[in-house]
């Protein structure tokens, strides 16, 4: 199975975007007749035939539909703070896709080593996950927000912060309650400062462990998206 995506689908002839069709094409060397399929991140999956075989233009006809592939009845929205070493921020995209999650927020905190990001490469890192894991949802990454306003402003059934010390015990699998979505807060290789920790506490935020040991900010995030789509299994 070869999935395609195009986030706007709106009549059943398509013509592929350049970079897909050349992948289409050249890559994987498909030919007149032969059957695709293409998502719109949106939950749509279309079975379609490749009716002109061009690198640079391929014109697919849609020829089956389904709707709400894959959805489920909760969302996870991981709120972390991009590694300084930008390709372990692009491992964490690309493992949590593959997994399934549903938002994504990189958060600038009082100890982030990187304050600027390119969404469009990350975005990109995201749809390829997507398209390799066979998923007809995209997850939305956000722009990058300031602790204090992500979580004055950001809101779901249970909102937790992934913090390392001693005080707080309680592990994500025993506190997280499954189909509820879900906020996590990850913060960056040095850690939440207290003063963050007691923000997102005051606003709702239960601090939870995900483990005895101390994880990578991108370890930490990737363990938080298995665990809770655990859970709803």
């Known amino acids: 199975m070869h999935l395609f995506y195009i986030p706007d689908i709106t009549t059943d002839i398509q013509l592929l975007p350049p970079e897909e069709s050349a992948h289409c094409i050249k890559v994987l060397r498909l030919k007149?007749?032969?059957i695709i399929y293409l998502t719109n991140g949106k939950g749509y999956l279309h079975k379609a035939e490749?009716?002109?075989?061009?690198?640079?233009k391929c014109i697919i006809n849609i020829?089956?539909?389904?709707?709400?592939v894959g959805k489920r009845d909760f969302?996870?929205?991981?709120?972390?703070?991009?590694?300084?070493?930008?390709?372990r921020f692009e491992w964490f995209l690309e493992k949590s896709t593959e997994i399934g999650i549903g938002d994504i927020t990189p958060l600038l905190c009082t100890h982030s080593e990187r304050k600027i990001i390119k969404p469009e490469r990350l975005?990109?890192?995201i749809t390829a996950a997507m398209k390799q894991s066979l998923k007809a949802y995209h997850p939305k990454l956000n722009e990058m927000m300031?602790?204090?306003k992500f979580t004055q402003t950001t809101e779901a059934d249970q909102k937790f912060i992934a913090y390392c010390s001693e005080t707080y015990t309680h592990h994500l699998k025993d506190k997280y309650t499954k189909g509820k979505d879900v906020i996590v807060l990850i913060g960056p290789e040095g850690d939440f400062s207290p003063d963050e920790v007691e923000t997102a506490i005051n606003y709702g935020y239960e601090p939870i462990r995900l483990g005895p040991s101390r994880l990578r900010t991108e370890t930490a995030a990737v363990v938080v998206c298995h665990t809770v789509n655990l859970v709803n299994e």
């Open 32 to 34: 007149q007749g032969d």
């Open 123 to 125: 975005n990109k890192v």
């Open 63 to 68: 020829v089956e539909t389904q709707q709400e």
């Open 50 to 56: 490749i009716v002109i075989d061009h690198p640079k």
């Open 146 to 148: 300031s602790f204090e």
């Open 75 to 87: 969302n996870i929205h991981l709120a972390v703070a991009p590694t300084k070493n930008i390709n």
